[in-house]
């Protein structure tokens, strides 16, 4: 927000650390601002950096399919400076995450916002640290904000409802208890292959997929019951 503030520009662009533009991104996007009226947000394509199976990775995020516009992505969005100056700017209070899929929310709701597959992005895909594992799951208690912030959002209402109704008491959700008890089901099938080398990254995978679970579930509830949605 600060940045926003002393911004010359007339149009604000962003991308994150772990995001490569490609060559005509500005261009691209300066195309739609001066081409359509009245916008309040473009949203480009992110790109997901191709898989590389050998290694144990984060599944980092893409937006390919955003005509639907129910995503939203600092790692690809631009503003004119006027529209977000108008929206207030960032909202502070989501400190982890979705602070993009708000701001989009809202850009949305009070007016025109655009998707580009023109305007594009490559997303990296970052090895699976336990710092990695721990900060990806306390993105859980910002979708809880969402949901109370944006009632309406029905995307988000339908990944997510389901979570916040189980309560304090449910160490896991369903889904993914299911998938824990399948992963050494996925261990043997990979072994049986022969793909030694995928058999021993999904090993070291695990235990951090259990502690993945075991931290987001604790935020869910601790945010939860702060807006309490019990």
């Given at each position: 927000?600060?940045?926003?503030?002393?911004?010359?520009?007339?149009?604000?662009?962003?991308?994150?650390?772990?995001?490569?533009?490609?060559?005509?991104?500005?261009?691209?996007?300066i195309k739609?601002?001066?081409?359509?009226?009245?916008?309040?947000?473009?949203?480009?394509?992110?790109?997901?950096?191709?898989?590389?199976?050998?290694?144990?990775?984060?599944?980092?995020?893409?937006?390919?399919?955003?005509?639907?516009?129910?995503?939203?992505?600092?790692?690809?969005?631009?503003?004119?400076?006027?529209?977000?100056?108008?929206?207030?700017?960032?909202?502070?209070?989501?400190?982890?995450?979705?602070?993009?899929?708000?701001?989009?929310?809202?850009?949305?709701?009070?007016?025109?916002?655009?998707?580009?597959?023109q305007m594009?992005?490559?997303?990296?895909?970052?090895?699976?640290?336990?710092?990695?594992?721990?900060?990806?799951?306390?993105?859980?208690?910002?979708e809880v904000?969402?949901?109370?912030?944006?009632?309406?959002?029905?995307?988000?209402?339908?990944?997510?409802?389901?979570?916040?109704?189980?309560?304090?008491?449910?160490?896991?959700?369903?889904?993914?208890?299911?998938?824990?008890?399948?992963?050494?089901?996925?261990?043997?099938?990979?072994?049986?292959?022969?793909?030694?080398?995928?058999?021993?990254?999904?090993?070291?995978?695990?235990?951090?997929?259990?502690?993945?679970?075991?931290?987001?579930?604790?935020?869910?509830?601790?945010?939860?019951?702060?807006?309490?949605?019990?």
């Amino acid at each position: 927000n600060i940045g926003i503030n002393i911004a010359r520009g007339r149009y604000i662009f962003f991308t994150d650390d772990d995001c490569s533009p490609y060559e005509n991104w500005l261009r691209e996007g300066i195309k739609i601002f001066q081409r359509e009226d009245n916008i309040l947000a473009i949203q480009g394509f992110v790109v997901m950096e191709k898989f590389d199976k050998s290694r144990v990775f984060r599944r980092a995020s893409s937006v390919n399919w955003g005509e639907t516009l129910g995503n939203f992505m600092c790692a690809n969005m631009a503003f004119p400076k006027e529209a977000l100056i108008k929206l207030g700017g960032f909202d502070v209070r989501f400190n982890h995450a979705y602070e993009d899929v708000d701001i989009g929310l809202r850009a949305k709701k009070m007016g025109k916002v655009i998707f580009s597959r023109q305007m594009m992005v490559n997303h990296r895909q970052l090895p699976y640290t336990y710092r990695e594992i721990i900060a990806e799951a306390k993105r859980a208690k910002e979708e809880v904000r969402i949901i109370k912030y944006h009632p309406d959002a029905w995307d988000y209402h339908r990944l997510y409802s389901s979570i916040l109704k189980l309560g304090p008491l449910k160490i896991m959700y369903p889904p993914q208890l299911f998938y824990c008890l399948l992963f050494p089901v996925y261990v043997i099938v990979k072994f049986i292959w022969g793909r030694y080398y995928n058999c021993l990254n999904a090993l070291k995978l695990f235990p951090m997929l259990c502690l993945y679970i075991l931290i987001q579930r604790f935020f869910v509830w601790q945010t939860n019951d702060r807006f309490s949605f019990y």
